[in-house]
């Protein structure tokens, strides 16, 4: 899975040009039959095989194994210390129903981790705690990829959907020791694992913030309908984010008002923080919202204002015109003048036609001054208007004093402080 945090693995590209193309098609989920047996789980036709990997540490120790079977488990979860098991991939039946016998898990939560399409949740069982969580995809923004973790009292058991995680911080701080990650036990591990998947959207949402900046100059300057169908797709995108944290959000809060045995009293503060998180991420989504809409607002605005700039000018344009035109009328209309005297006596004259000419040149000329003067001509740009193009741009302002102080906006990394001492 692709580093979010990577600048490298992340650039933020061009505004114009960018997600022009065909919509983004969500893959099928596969779900158990309707009215099937509580705990009948699906395995997608899709699924990769499943790759266990164990890591078992202590204070003082720290040991990493692949192992291919579910038993293979059982000395780790034998010797004192706490017990680290990470599976990807959920294509195998028979691993998964293994794995839920040895940690003697329940039918309903070995259906859920099968069964990828959760909601973000928590639920208490006597033995453990399910933790249900959702991953930044790497292969589309508006997916996410469910984590399961089961918490029990010296082991946690985490099952992804694919390889590639946002857990590497947590392994490197385990392998060398860093912080309290080896000394606390199995309940501080569960954080660092939800910890980590809640701060990998920061910086999803700083680089929607960098281009919706950039988006605004675009609105003013170079308004164009690409421009307006990539502020939608930021919009989809926050959206996106903020479907996913706003259950993540209940679920902490939820873990953190009732009580379980797995997480002691001093762990629990840590969530607190991990719920401070998603809360400011979904004031974040929120904001940056108010200000998506904000800009199409704005686009639209200016594109009226351009449109009524082009009207301006060929309505200018049919006004000179008009006594040009009744002059040239009255004059085209052939009446005899040998007839009678008042036919016309003007096309008998010696200078009639440059007379006519220059009256003509010379009201299209006072009426070109006279707009000018009034400010209906050559009054400016085609942007908005002050007033009008002042209003718009004190309500983004407004939008974007409510944006956290302590988001990544400010901050380059927002979960620095307390992953520091992890």
Same mark, same amino acid.
């Given at each position: 899975?692709?580093?979010?945090?990577?600048?490298?693995?992340?650039?933020?590209?061009?505004?114009?040009?960018?997600?022009?193309?065909?919509?983004?098609?969500?893959?099928?989920?596969?779900?158990?039959?309707?009215?099937?047996?509580?705990?009948?789980?699906?395995?997608?036709?899709?699924?990769?095989?499943?790759?266990?990997?164990?890591?078992?540490?202590?204070?003082?120790?720290?040991?990493?194994?692949?192992?291919? &079977?579910?038993? /293979?488990?059982?000395?780790?979860?034998?010797?004192? #210390?706490?017990?680290?098991?990470?599976? /990807?991939?959920?294509?195998?039946?028979?691993?998964?129903?293994?794995?839920?016998?040895?940690?003697?898990?329940?039918?309903?939560?070995?259906?859920?981790?099968?069964?990828?399409?959760? &909601?973000?949740?928590?639920?208490? %069982?006597?033995?453990?705690? =399910?933790?249900?969580?959702?991953?930044?995809?790497?292969?589309?923004?508006?997916?996410?990829?469910?984590?399961?973790?089961?918490?029990?009292?010296?082991?946690?058991?985490?099952?992804?959907?694919?390889?590639?995680?946002?857990?590497?911080?947590? &392994?490197?701080?385990?392998?060398?020791?860093?912080?309290?990650?080896?000394? %606390?036990?199995?309940?501080?591990?569960?954080?660092?694992?939800?910890?980590?998947?809640? /701060?990998? =959207?920061?910086?999803?949402?700083? *680089?929607?913030?960098?281009?919706?900046?950039?988006?605004?100059?675009?609105?003013?300057?170079?308004?164009?309908?690409?421009?307006?169908?990539?502020?939608? /797709?930021?919009?989809?995108?926050?959206? #996106?984010?903020? *479907?996913?944290?706003?259950?993540?959000r209940d679920a902490i809060n939820l873990l953190l008002r009732d009580e379980s045995p797995q997480i002691r009293a001093e762990a629990r503060i840590y969530f607190r923080d991990v719920y401070d998180h998603c809360v400011q991420l979904i004031d974040m989504c929120e904001t940056y919202r108010e200000l998506t809409q904000g800009l199409m607002d704005l686009h639209l605005s200016v594109m009226s204002n351009r449109m009524n700039e082009v009207v301006k000018v060929l309505t200018i344009i049919a006004t000179i015109f008009i006594p040009l035109t009744f002059i040239a009328g009255v004059y085209g209309m052939n009446f005899d003048a040998a007839r009678s005297p008042w036919n016309m006596?003007?096309?008998?004259? =010696?200078? #009639? =036609?440059?007379?006519?000419?220059?009256?003509?040149?010379?009201?299209?000329?006072?009426?070109?001054? %006279?707009?000018?003067?009034?400010?209906?001509?050559?009054?400016?740009?085609?942007?908005?208007?002050?007033?009008?193009?002042?209003?718009?741009?004190?309500?983004?302002?407004?939008?974007?004093?409510?944006?956290?102080?302590?988001?990544?906006?400010?901050?380059?990394?927002?979960?620095?402080?307390?992953?520091?001492? #992890?």
């Amino acid at each position: 899975m692709v580093n979010p945090t990577d600048p490298v693995a992340n650039p933020v590209g061009p505004v114009r040009g960018v997600r022009r193309g065909k919509r983004h098609k969500r893959r099928v989920l596969h779900r158990p039959a309707p009215a099937s047996i509580p705990g009948s789980f699906a395995i997608a036709p899709d699924a990769p095989q499943p790759i266990i990997r164990v890591t078992h540490f202590g204070p003082d120790h720290c040991n990493e194994k692949q192992v291919e &079977r579910a038993a /293979d488990l059982t000395p780790f979860l034998a010797m004192p #210390g706490v017990t680290w098991v990470n599976i /990807d991939g959920l294509g195998d039946r028979a691993i998964l129903t293994a794995i839920g016998e040895l940690f003697q898990l329940h039918l309903l939560t070995l259906a859920d981790i099968a069964n990828v399409h959760q &909601r973000p949740k928590v639920e208490a %069982y006597d033995r453990y705690l =399910y933790l249900v969580t959702r991953m930044q995809s790497d292969e589309h923004p508006l997916e996410s990829e469910q984590v399961s973790i089961v918490l029990g009292d010296r082991w946690v058991l985490s099952v992804q959907e694919r390889g590639g995680d946002c857990f590497g911080s947590v &392994r490197n701080r385990i392998r060398r020791g860093k912080g309290r990650a080896r000394e %606390y036990g199995a309940d501080y591990l569960a954080y660092l694992l939800v910890d980590a998947v809640v /701060d990998q =959207y920061f910086p999803v949402v700083d *680089r929607l913030s960098e281009q919706l900046e950039r988006l605004e100059d675009e609105v003013l300057f170079r308004p164009s309908s690409d421009v307006i169908a990539i502020v939608h /797709d930021v919009r989809r995108e926050l959206l #996106g984010v903020r *479907r996913t944290i706003w259950p993540q959000r209940d679920a902490i809060n939820l873990l953190l008002r009732d009580e379980s045995p797995q997480i002691r009293a001093e762990a629990r503060i840590y969530f607190r923080d991990v719920y401070d998180h998603c809360v400011q991420l979904i004031d974040m989504c929120e904001t940056y919202r108010e200000l998506t809409q904000g800009l199409m607002d704005l686009h639209l605005s200016v594109m009226s204002n351009r449109m009524n700039e082009v009207v301006k000018v060929l309505t200018i344009i049919a006004t000179i015109f008009i006594p040009l035109t009744f002059i040239a009328g009255v004059y085209g209309m052939n009446f005899d003048a040998a007839r009678s005297p008042w036919n016309m006596p003007e096309l008998s004259w =010696y200078y #009639g =036609y440059p007379a006519t000419v220059i009256l003509m040149a010379v009201i299209a000329i006072g009426m070109v001054g %006279y707009f000018i003067k009034q400010g209906w001509l050559f009054a400016g740009s085609t942007q908005l208007p002050q007033s009008e193009s002042a209003s718009m741009t004190s309500t983004v302002a407004d939008v974007r004093r409510r944006i956290p102080a302590s988001s990544p906006t400010a901050s380059t990394n927002p979960g620095q402080n307390h992953n520091s001492t #992890g």
